[in-house]
């Protein structure tokens, strides 16, 4: 049984940072792209960023670029997301997601996403 457990949310103010982490059971991890999606209130599920089965390749988002890293340690089985100088429009629900390597290089479709975290909620307040 695959098992995405996502970790590091919470509160904190605009200009600051969080990293979140994600750790995949059940699967070969490092056979597998990883992504960082997010939902605010009230909006759909959005694409965040992405990082290939090695590490040696990451995409992300317009919104994102440059405040966010997507790493992964293969030997632990986790992927984090490095968020820094947060804004308000940054609050919502992060979640992780997993593929496996077979369906691309670079992958930000989330039907290709076949394994998802429960979610961590993140909030940026003024």
């Known amino acids: 049984q695959v098992q995405l457990v996502e970790s590091g949310g919470g509160l904190v103010q605009a200009g600051g940072s969080l990293r979140l982490s994600c750790t995949v059971s059940?699967?070969?991890?490092?056979?597998?792209?990883m992504a960082w999606f997010r939902q605010a209130p009230g909006q759909e599920r959005v694409f965040v960023g992405t990082?290939?089965?090695?590490?040696?390749?990451?995409f992300y988002a317009d919104s994102v670029k440059g405040r966010f890293t997507i790493s992964r340690d293969n030997s632990k089985n986790t992927v984090y997301l490095q968020m820094n100088s947060l804004k308000l429009e940054d609050t919502a629900v992060y979640y992780c997601?997993?593929?496996?390597?077979?369906?691309?290089?670079?992958?930000?479709?989330?039907?290709?996403?076949?394994?998802w975290g429960q979610g961590t909620q993140v909030t940026v307040s003024s």
């Open positions: 059940g699967r070969t991890f490092s056979n597998n792209v």
């Open positions: 997601a997993t593929a496996p390597r077979s369906r691309g290089l670079v992958i930000t479709s989330q039907r290709d996403y076949d394994f």
């Open positions: 990082i290939t089965w090695s590490g040696g390749t990451t």
